[in-house]
Every structure is written in structure tokens, then in C-alpha cells.
């Protein structure tokens, strides 16, 4: 019984559908470098289409996949828009400029943003390029060719699902570009692009090499880039134009996207590049956090891919609370208070049970067919008039007998 409420009660609990809330506007804190939402305003306010040609050594490329500004077909929050990389088969790039620079001098990067891929994944980039500040920085030339500083965010070609940071430095000894690779993360990053569920991804870069990157707030690499286990990939550029500073990488000026899909439908959502962790973090309370459902909500859509968790929740809720009311009242008794088995309980001497007696049946008195028309009843009203008197005259003669 408790268990049978305690399962009408999750699936009660369960949402039949979507449920929308008013959807508030996040205040873009004046703090950070580059804060956006997508929320208001037209893309073109802010963010610069290029209009540069991708050379290769077959033929030039445009820039000509389209962006635009959506919300999501499930959405929780009306009015809660992102970005859009619509086109399949396409190259893009767009960028927007910082509201100040940002230089690697006395504090730690926190660069974030959320990702959703929209369709089944063959090959796809959705990752970030923090472009260095120089004189020669033209947002609608923007292209593969651009410096950038950072390099951040997921990748997917073929089988391989991969999560990219590098982070172009100068050397001291030479004062030539190279790349700085970090590690993969050891773990499976299948399900991120396969699920079809936005995700948040961030890094934490600091002033002594150390980073640390994670995917919905968990952490899920580590490590420091200056180190024997980072590959080093000498660039072809010369010395850059702008000024190097803590780990060595130039200054940022802007942040671009720059990528090819062949599926599209990838949306982005709430960038955030910030040297203030706290700020960082109500951040993420304020964007992403809000939108994530509760516990026992989370508990329930697991059963949708993993249905044996019901037992596992019944087994882990049930019995804890079955064992609890057995040992609060022992004494407790269920169903009918007449059954054998409670006396069976006790070792005390229980009188003999006495079996129950069927009522005995009476006999039917034997009755006279009752008619069925009209002709029979004439039939049998003569019949018992004449049995009527058969039964006088015996009476009768009876009388007469006893007399004499």
C-alpha cells in the first residue's frame, strides 16, 4: 500500500508538458568584459557579420551561413532568445566587439557560454575565439586567419568528440607565437552532443598556467598548460602587435565565432567573459541556474533513458520507510483482524477455532404447475373444486365411522 502511493505520487508529480514561467531579462553586469543574452535588441547592434573570403587551395569561400536569433522549439521561458548557426553544408563567422579589452595581467579569465546542438551531430565546431587586439582587427574580415588568443569550446568530426583549448603565447627565449594544447578530458563527451540539451561550458584560466574546465558546473579537466604533457605547435606568425602579458598571451579585443557545420541548427546562449569568479558565478545563478529543473524533477526525466530506476527509487524510498513503520509499530496489524496468521504471532494457548455451520436447507413443498393461459387456469380451478369435495365427503365418512 505504501508503496503503491508513493508511486502515484511521482508520477503525479511528473510534468505533462512544458511548463512556462515569465521569463526575466538578466541585467548585464557593467563589471564584466562581455556579457550577452540575445534578449533584446537585433543581432546587428552589437554583433558583425564577416564578409571576408576563405581562400583554399581549390577555391575562395564565403562567409555565407546564416545566423539568426530563436527561441527554443521547447521553450520553458517565453521571450528567452539565442543565437542560431541555421545553415548546414555552410562556413560561417560572426563577432562581436569586448566592452573594454581584456589582458592577462593581474587576474584569472572565466570565459562561459551555453551550447545546444539541434540535430544529430556528423560534423560540427561550436567553439569560441577570443581575437587578440591589434591595430589590424576588422570584425567583417574576420576569419580562420584572424589571431586570436583563446581558443575554447566543443568540436565534433566523424567519431571524434572533443573539447578544444588552446591558447596562443609568445616565447620569451625567440619571441615567436606557439600554440599550447591542453589535454582531452579522460571523460565520454558523447552524450553532450547527442542529447539535444543546452550545456554550459566554462573555462577558469590563471596567471600561473593553471586551468580548469567544466560542463554544467562539474569539473571535468584540470591541469596546467606549461607543463611536458601540453603539445606545442610553433605558429607561423611573427612577432604580435599586441601587448603579452601574465601567461604570455596577447590582449583581447573581441570574440568571434568562426565555424563550419554540416547539420547546423547549433544555438548559443548567455557569453560571459569576466576576471571576477564571483561575479561569475551569480552569473550562472541568474542565466543558467534558473533554468534547470529541481531534484526530484531531474530524478524523474533520468527514467526516461533509464527506466530500471524506478525499482532502484523504490527499493532506495520504499523500504527505508517500510522498515521504519515496522520498527516504530511492531504491534501494528493490517487487513482483516479475524485471519489465522495473526495468532500465529503469539505463543500463548489460542482456543479452537469452531468451523462454521452451513445453515440447513429446507425441504420445498411440492406445488401444483401454476397455468400458463387462460384455457389451463379454467382447469385447474374445476380440478381443485372437485378435490375439495372428494375431501368433504371423506371427512364426512370419517365422521360417520367414528360415530358408530
Not at 511548463?19 to 526575466?24: H, L, N, P
Not at 564571483?278 to 524523474?300: I, M, N, S, V
Request: proline share 7%; glycine share 6%.
Amino acid at each position: 500500500m505504501m508503496l503503491g502511493r508513493l508511486l502515484l505520487a511521482c508520477v503525479c508529480l511528473t510534468p505533462a508538458g512544458p511548463v512556462q514561467a515569465i521569463y526575466r531579462c538578466v541585467q548585464v553586469p557593467e563589471e564584466a568584459h562581455f556579457a550577452e543574452t540575445f534578449d533584446s535588441g537585433p543581432l546587428d547592434r552589437r554583433w558583425v557579420l564577416s564578409k571576408a573570403v576563405k581562400e583554399t587551395n581549390a577555391e575562395a569561400l564565403k562567409y555565407d551561413g546564416q545566423w539568426v536569433l530563436e527561441e527554443p522549439e521547447a521553450a520553458m521561458y517565453p521571450g528567452n532568445r539565442a543565437l542560431v548557426m541555421k545553415s548546414s553544408g555552410r562556413h560561417h563567422a560572426i563577432a562581436a566587439y569586448l566592452h573594454r579589452p581584456f589582458t592577462f595581467m593581474h587576474t584569472p579569465l572565466c570565459l562561459q557560454y551555453e551550447v545546444k546542438f539541434g540535430r544529430d551531430v556528423e560534423c560540427s565546431g561550436a567553439y569560441i575565439k577570443l581575437l587578440t587586439q591589434t591595430h589590424q582587427l576588422r570584425l567583417s574580415q574576420f576569419s580562420e586567419a584572424t589571431p586570436y588568443s583563446v581558443m575554447f569550446g566543443p568540436d565534433k568530426c566523424g567519431t571524434s568528440h572533443r573539447l578544444h583549448l588552446i591558447v596562443r603565447v609568445t616565447d620569451s627565449s625567440n619571441g615567436r607565437n606557439q600554440e599550447i594544447h591542453a589535454p582531452q578530458p579522460a571523460d565520454d563527451l558523447t552524450v553532450y552532443f547527442t542529447d539535444r540539451q543546452p550545456h554550459l561550458y566554462t573555462l577558469q584560466l590563471y596567471l600561473d598556467s593553471r586551468y580548469e574546465i567544466f560542463i554544467d558546473q562539474s569539473l571535468i579537466s584540470q591541469g596546467r598548460l606549461l607543463t611536458d604533457e601540453v603539445q606545442y605547435t610553433e605558429s607561423s606568425d611573427s612577432q604580435p602587435e599586441s601587448p603579452v602579458s601574465g601567461l604570455g598571451a596577447g590582449s583581447v579585443g573581441a570574440l568571434g565565432l568562426e565555424l563550419w557545420s554540416l547539420s547546423g541548427e547549433v544555438m548559443f546562449d548567455n557569453f560571459l567573459l569576466t576576471d571576477d569568479l564571483e561575479l561569475a558565478e551569480r552569473w550562472t545563478q541568474d542565466t543558467w541556474g534558473r533554468k534547470q529543473p529541481g531534484l526530484l524533477e531531474r530524478l524523474l526525466i533520468a527514467t526516461n533513458s533509464r527506466p530500471w530506476l524506478w525499482g532502484v527509487y523504490v527499493f532506495t524510498v520504499g523500504l527505508p520507510i517500510i522498515l521504519f513503520i515496522s520498527y516504530m509499530w511492531p504491534d501494528k496489524r493490517f487487513g482483516p483482524p479475524d485471519q489465522d496468521y495473526y495468532y500465529k504471532k503469539s505463543d500463548e494457548p489460542q482456543p479452537d477455532r469452531q468451523p462454521d455451520r452451513q445453515p440447513e436447507r429446507q425441504p420445498e413443498r411440492d406445488q401444483p404447475d401454476r397455468p400458463t393461459s387462460l384455457s389451463d387456469y379454467g382447469a385447474v380451478s374445476r380440478g381443485g373444486a372437485r378435490r375439495r369435495e372428494t375431501q368433504k365427503v371423506q371427512r364426512k365418512s370419517d365422521l360417520e365411522v367414528e360415530n358408530e
